[in-house]
């Protein structure tokens, strides 16, 4: 009677102990191997490359000068998120408050995350 090794989707005959621990490493060895993929060619699209020195440009730090710019070229009566403060509201306490927003906004730019 056969003897077999069920490792999640594989089944295996289990003759030795070898073909125990060689089953065992080449399912763990697949399940977290990283995946291949195919990246998405840009190629012939019609989009140009971005010049070095625009490169350079949108790399540079965030100044508080341009955070400011643009909460004020926002539309004062509408609110950015659920908490219903407008942008007329972050423009009278800008003085205020405008520390703590540079410095989320800095950190978005950082992580990714609004924290």
């Known amino acids: 009677m056969k003897k077999f090794l069920?490792?999640?989707?594989?089944k295996l005959p289990v003759t030795r102990y070898t073909n125990v621990k060689?089953?065992?490493?080449n399912f763990?060895?697949?399940?977290?191997?990283?995946?291949?993929?195919?990246?998405?060619?840009?190629g012939g699209s019609?989009?140009?490359k971005i010049p070095e020195a625009k490169s350079i440009w949108l790399k540079r730090p965030?100044?508080?000068e341009e955070v400011k710019q643009a909460v004020w070229d926002?539309?004062?009566?509408k609110a950015p998120g659920p908490d219903g403060f407008t942008f007329s509201?972050?423009?009278k306490v800008w003085n205020i408050i405008n520390s703590e927003v540079f410095m989320l906004v800095k950190s978005f730019f950082r992580t990714g995350k609004l924290s």
């Open 46 to 48: 019609g989009f140009s």
């Open 89 to 91: 509201f972050y423009k």
């Open 74 to 77: 926002c539309d004062g009566s």
């Open 22 to 25: 060689e089953g065992a490493v």
């Open 28 to 42: 763990f060895s697949s399940l977290f191997c990283k995946p291949t993929c195919k990246r998405i060619e840009m």
């Open 62 to 64: 965030l100044s508080m």
């Open 6 to 10: 069920r490792l999640g989707f594989i």
